[in-house]
Nanobody, 114 residues
Framework: QVQLVESGGGLVQPGGALRLSCAASGFIFSFYNMGWYRQAPGKQRELVATITWSEVINYADSVKGRFTIARDNAKKTVYLQMNGLKPEDTAIYYC????????WGQGTQVTVSS
């Protein structure tokens, strides 16, 4: 059974930091490209960052220099370190696995507010 389980979301003040984790199971993690996406209320889901199986990384312009994506194949986990958070980063953050098949996690809420 395929599972992507996100964790690490929460409420943080502007300028703060959070680290999201996505633990994968049920598929060969090291063969898959992994990504983080987010969806704010009333908006479409958008790409935040991706990391390929060979660790080629891509970021949305809006998060470059603030967010860092990384993966640990031994732990079957992908991470998103988010620094310098802004109110506009408020969204539900989703983990995605893309390979022979595509899978989504259930999402974790990130709220940036004073």
């Amino acid at each position: 059974q395929v599972q992507l389980v996100e964790s690490g979301g929460g409420l943080v003040q502007p300028g703060g930091a959070l680290r999201l984790s996505c633990a994968a199971s049920g598929f060969i993690f090291s063969f898959y490209n992994m990504g983080w996406y987010r969806q704010a209320p009333g908006k479409q889901r958008e790409l935040v960052a991706t990391i390929t199986w060979s660790e080629v990384i891509n970021y949305a312009d809006s998060v470059k220099g603030r967010f860092t994506i990384a993966r640990d194949n031994a732990k079957k986990t992908v991470y998103l370190q988010m620094n310098g958070l802004k109110p506009e980063d408020t969204a539900i953050y989703y983990c995605r696995a893309q390979g022979p098949n595509a899978y989504w996690g259930q999402g974790t809420q990130v709220t940036v507010s004073s």
